[in-house]
């Protein structure tokens, strides 16, 4: 039988075995989602199949830092510094809030109840718009909507100051494609702040660099335009739409700018940067914790309900993050309502059998490293084989060994301990106890059955020794009863 051509399969992950559109990002747009070279290139280059220059591209980076050490992986000094920090990113990410705190602190700009009012409503639209949009519908596919859903997701997505649908998912898609690894572009082992912030501020090593099928974003007309005119969008919607609405409605020009704009922007950003930190951080992992991810009431409400992101990461296709009916998710709310209204449409869910299965297997997981760290005696087939003349020279040499479903128990250490009376077990030293164990005598417990099991010293052969004594005791039981029943009819 063939199998797979792994390289093949990974040029189909990658998106790179077929001709790629080429989106291109018009003014500095592009260098503000990192694709400066993508701006450059000419109409003859735009028609061109680009595959084969991209392979070739990344084929060279990876041998030319080989050869030579990247910025990224020197140590920090002086010299460095200024090298190491992606400074667009800083100023867009950290100095234009500050900028703004201190410019109304100066300027005495204070915020008026219209203009927070005006803040809170912009940032929800734009929060969900990434949520909604940007990640559950671009992303991962996990519904699709009508033209005017998107189209209000792109503008107000493109609010938030985040970069384009096509960035956005592009680098969501390699997060999830490479979890937990070097090529992980928000790698969470490298600590809380840099799966926060840090992967932003730092520039980034080109020997990780990654890619993902997005073809079906750049097949998507709303998602080219939002991309060609990004930088356009992002102004308008971001700021000069909240600066203007206060300075009509209500003349707080400023204060629109500043509160409902910039500092608006940078709110969505950072309950935006939480995913990628918090919920990799603190929290539960009820369906796998071999990687990162969690489940966190906590994460669920700064971020518009993307903190069950264990179940996320598990189910990334479900266009629900929270199961339960009483779960914070006003995005997986916002979908369904869409739905009932014609605007979103092909909800996808994982089978309740497969998240079953996750959840059964994640606790079997946590019982079996409980189970791990207790004492269950020996295992049987570690256990030295004796005759029953090997038994009897052996418990007339030392007193305790008693012989139950064809175990050899030493139960001398426990002798002072049995709540029966020591005289009990001293009557059968050197015998066969099953029958006396079971019910004959008594009926013990499944703990006594499990403190037995720690007293294993031997097999008596060709006994048909069993180490599940307790489930013996109750075919014992069971046989007796139906027995007992046949003789009384």
Not at 74 to 81: G, I, L, P
Not at 433 to 438: H, K, M, Y
Request: hydrophobic share 40%.
């Amino acid at each position: 039988m063939d199998s797979v051509d792994i390289t093949q399969a990974n040029a189909v992950a990658a998106g790179t075995n077929k001709p790629v559109k080429r989106i291109v990002a018009s003014g500095i747009g592009g260098r503000l989602m990192g694709t400066k070279a993508m701006t450059t290139v000419t109409a003859e280059e735009l028609a061109r199949d680009s595959v084969a220059e991209v392979l070739k591209r990344d084929s060279e980076l990876r041998v030319k830092y080989e050869k030579e050490q990247h910025i990224s992986e020197k140590d920090w000094s002086f010299d460095t510094f200024f090298q190491k920090i992606n400074w667009l990113n800083l100023y867009l990410v950290v100095a234009f809030p500050l900028f703004a705190i201190a410019g109304a602190i100066y300027f005495q700009i204070k915020p008026t109840i219209q203009t927070v009012t005006l803040g809170v409503i912009l940032f929800s639209l734009s929060g969900l718009s990434i949520t909604a949009g940007y990640h559950r519908l671009w992303s991962h596919r996990a519904y699709d909507a009508k033209d005017p859903l998107k189209i209000v997701f792109a503008l107000f997505g493109a609010a938030a100051i985040e970069g384009s649908i096509k960035w956005w998912g592009h680098s969501h898609r390699i997060h999830h494609r490479y979890t937990d690894t070097d090529r992980d572009p928000y790698d969470a082992r490298k600590g809380f702040w840099y799966s926060h912030i840090g992967w932003m501020l730092l520039v980034p090593n080109p020997k990780y660099k990654a890619r993902a099928d997005i073809s079906d974003l750049v097949d998507d007309w709303i998602v080219r335009v939002q991309h060609r005119h990004y930088l356009s969008i992002m102004l308008i919607m971001g700021l000069v739409v909240p600066a203007l609405l206060s300075h009509y409605l209500w003349n707080d020009f400023w204060g629109g700018l500043i509160y409902a704009g910039l500092l608006k922007s940078s709110a969505i950003q950072q309950a935006t940067f939480c995913v990628n930190s918090l919920a990799h951080w603190i929290g539960e992992q009820p369906f796998d914790d071999r990687r990162t991810p969690r489940d966190h009431f906590l994460t669920a409400l700064v971020t518009f309900g993307e903190g069950y992101h264990n179940f996320h990461h598990e189910f990334p296709s479900d266009y629900r993050n929270a199961l339960k009916w009483y779960q914070y998710d006003p995005t997986k709310i916002l979908i369904w309502c869409a739905s009932k209204v014609g605007l979103a449409y092909n909800l996808k869910k994982f089978s309740q059998n497969a998240i079953d299965q996750g959840i059964l297997q994640q606790k079997q997981k946590k019982l079996d490293e409980m189970r791990s760290k207790l004492n269950w005696g020996p295992q049987i087939a570690d256990l030295p084989i004796w005759t029953k003349e090997e038994f009897k020279e052996k418990a007339a040499q030392k007193k305790g060994y008693i012989i139950i479903s064809g175990i050899v128990h030493d139960c001398s250490s426990f002798i002072t301990e049995h709540p029966g009376g020591q005289a009990l077990v001293r009557t059968s030293y050197g015998k066969d106890a099953t029958v006396a164990f079971n019910g004959g005598v008594y009926a013990h417990s499944n703990a006594a059955h499990n403190l037995l099991s720690t007293l294993r010293v031997a097999v008596i052969k060709d006994s048909g020794a069993n180490g599940n004594t307790y489930s013996r005791q109750l075919e014992y039981l069971a046989k007796t009863e139906k027995e007992q029943m046949s003789k009384s009819n």
